[in-house]
């Protein structure tokens, strides 16, 4: 009667893991291409010096910021698109996307300009914390945001077509049209960083300009195939356009705690990064080079997360609980293997992975010495990235919200702000308390998972 029973069970997890990597592996690559991109800037715009490498990361920074407003229609349209999706409605599922793109225009607009006009004046405010601000840092920053911040616009329209895609289960289209813009943005960051042929040398400005050819394809590309209508949703502009108020309480139902969430969490890396931002140029570059290194294992956790996001989701729209519980747990246990691996690969080899990204021998010791660190992190990592995943897929932003205030300002800036101005760790001390807030929130978020009260939202 045991072996009975089994069956059926080891039978659930086989299925259940075939769907995770159905879903996983285009995410996964998708995520490794935008890796690339990151590679490709990081590694090309290196050769150029450390205060150029420096600006680009702190523009950046203020980007990811910035994009933090839109998380509330991002997350809530993917978690109501996923939820019909599961329940068969494909009515809501669509109209959610097309009331999610209007949105994201709408907002975009008017705070596009405004980032624009005070490009300069951000980019000097993040590095107050330097007794004597590096005046090129904030030059190659400036120059990088005045120049990619009008083009935002297309990679968020790309990215809220992507999202609702993926909530319905297709992660595949976003993959190919990923690889398609990565693959023009680094042909465009060769020629435009370094020149060839009638084509002059940009530097700073021509990794801006090769990301912004990149965004405005990827977004042609999303819309057609979101034009063409093969799977569940399908984008129409000859539809006459309403407000839908119902959609839109629910998108802001869900949406509103997840912009908190990820405006905390930014905040967060920013306050973390001014932090870093008060410490010498080679520190900084040194930071910027280890977390793109650490991204090679951090991009392939993003596609089990979201995998996580679409089958935890699904499974509840279609009335299913405990499936979608396991399904959370799956997508953690193979996100744990991956990444684990790779932070064996860190530890071990910590200098081959840094030298990728650049030549300054003082920035590849200090950067390999943090990524030896981060290295051990990397399965609290894993459950954070999948757990946090499939609790937004059902809707339940709040805690994860919570989670994120706990970790990101209890743990992170709190603990790094001690260690590295109160002790003479500097940037050790700061990556210290980044792998500590880890584990703390792969802790909180197995507790809110497992007790299972999620399974209640209604979206």
Known sequence: MAATQLMPAAAEKASLRRQVMTLAWPAVIENLLVMSVGIADTAMVGRLGPAYLAGIEVANRLVNLGLTIFAA?????????????????????NEAMRQALVLV??????????????????????????????????????????????????????MTVNSCLRGAGDTRTPMVITGISNVINIIGNYILIYGAGPIPAMGVAGAAWSTNIARFIGAVLVFKA??????VLSIRFHDRFRFDADIIRRIVRIGVPAAVEQGLMRGAQLVYGMIVAGMDTVSIAAHAVALTAESISFMPGSGF???????????LGAGDPDRAEQSGYESGKMATLVMSSMGVLFF???HFFVRLFSRDP????????????????????????????GLRGVGDTRWVMLITLAGFWGVRVTLAYILATTTNLGLIGAWLAMITDLFVRAALFAW???????KEIDV
């Open 305 to 315: 997360s979201l995998a996580a996001t679409t089958l935890v989701g699904q499974n």
């Open 448 to 454: 809110r998972f497992r007790h299972g009260g999620w």
């Open 73 to 93: 229609v991002l997350i809530g349209t993917t978690a109501l698109v996923a939820r019909s999706t599961g329940a068969n409605d494909t009515r809501t599922a």
């Open 105 to 158: 225009v709408l907002i975009a607009v008017p705070l596009l300009s405004l980032a624009t006009v005070y490009a300069e004046a951000s980019v000097a405010f993040v590095m107050l914390m330097q007794e004597s601000p590096d005046q090129a840092v904030i030059e190659a920053g400036t120059v990088y945001l005045r120049i990619t911040i009008p083009f935002l616009m297309f990679a968020l329209l790309m």
């Open 348 to 350: 071990l080899f910590p």
């Open 362 to 389: 003082e920035v590849i010791d200090l950067a390999a010495q943090c990524l030896r660190i981060v290295a051990v992190s990397q399965p609290a990592l894993a459950w954070v990235m999948t757990l946090a995943g």
């Open 226 to 231: 979101g034009y063409a209508g093969r799977g």
